[in-house]
């Protein structure tokens, strides 16, 4: 069970982060370090094929949520979701699951991946985030919550030591075929869309 005394610290930050963003401001920041001019770029129709099945998606299942519950280790979990909502959060973020292990072992599956079950739309709309380096064992991950989320999300953000050594996270960002191989795997097997928390490379071009 997550500590009190964090879950308040935290939805304190969800609060003022909510109260303070600023939409306008945002895109201003966007368009003067260039993020906006080179992701509409990529984001022709000729280079991202299925970006108005995205759209799509994002609009009707994800409700355009703009205030998420991130991805947190050990805080996460469905009590904290569920307090993060009730103080305006959009949308979550399961834990982020480590997807041999979910797939080995039941009590961690247990433990770590909890829901509404019985009240679905309570917790909606859910994206669950593993980290993994091979996709068969990511896709045996990700059926065993398909029918309870809105989406798969592969984390190769996490910058940790603890991810380096488990070679994931972060330290897959250079290995682009093993990307690719895991996102394909999941998107031409899974009945529900695939997305990826990514780290940002100095250079954006190279990014996107």
Not at 143 to 158: A, M, S, T
Request: glycine share 4%; aromatic share 8%; proline share 6%.
């Amino acid at each position: 069970m997550p500590d009190a005394g964090r879950n308040e610290n935290a939805v304190e930050t969800v609060r003022t982060g909510v109260a303070n963003f600023d939409p306008k401001q945002a895109k201003e920041a966007m368009e003067r370090s260039g993020v906006v001019a080179g992701v509409d770029k990529v984001n022709a129709k000729e280079d991202v094929p299925h970006a108005d099945a995205a759209w799509t998606w994002f609009r009707t299942k994800i409700n355009s949520a703009k205030y998420w519950v991130a991805p947190m280790v050990d805080q996460s979990e469905l009590a904290f979701r569920m307090l993060c909502k009730a103080h305006g959060a959009e949308a979550a973020y399961t834990p982020m699951l480590h997807a041999r292990i979910f797939n080995e072992n039941a009590a961690y599956r247990e433990e770590h991946f909890t829901s509404t079950f019985d009240h679905p739309e309570k917790d909606r709309p859910l994206l669950a985030q593993f980290c993994a380096n091979d996709p068969d064992i990511l896709l045996d991950a990700a059926r065993h919550v398909e029918p309870y989320v809105d989406g798969v999300d592969i984390n190769l953000g996490c910058p940790q030591r603890i991810a380096k050594k488990g070679r994931y996270g972060s330290y897959l960002m250079n290995d682009v075929p093993l990307v690719e191989s895991m996102v394909k795997k999941l998107a031409e097997n899974l009945s529900v869309p695939v997305t990826v928390k990514i780290r940002r490379f100095p250079d954006l071009q190279e990014t996107v």
